[in-house]
Nanobody, 115 residues
């Protein structure tokens, strides 16, 4: 299993970013995918999840209405569209998949929201 995140960067408050996670090594279209984040000095927290076919999504209350998770099963990629970003969204963002009960993580991509 390999997960490679990209798309992070520095953005001003109120701005937008789109994160991508390219997956390989498993049947992507058969697995739910998730995004997590970890801010400095804090525990990793769940952000969003999407079902295998993309028809069901769930969000943490802190991002609901601002972030959108979606996927392209033809490209084995899951995305996180982040709008109306706030300084408290600053974190390393990770995509995640569970396989045989074990979690797999990418290397993460840094998102910094600052003026």
């Amino acid at each position: 299993v390999q997960l490679v995140e990209s798309g992070g960067g520095l953005v001003q408050p109120g701005g937008s970013l789109r994160l991508s996670c390219a997956a390989s090594g498993f049947t992507f279209s058969s697995n739910a995918m998730r995004w997590y984040r970890q801010a400095p000095g804090k525990e990793r927290e769940w952000v969003a999840a999407i079902s295998s076919a993309g028809g069901n999504t769930n969000y943490a209350d802190s991002v609901k209405g601002r972030f959108t998770i979606f996927r392209d099963n033809a490209k084995n990629t899951v995305y996180l569209q982040m709008n109306s970003l706030k300084p408290e969204d600053t974190a390393v963002y990770y995509c995640n998949v569970f396989r045989s009960g074990s979690p797999y993580w990418g290397q993460g991509t840094q998102v910094t929201v600052s003026s």
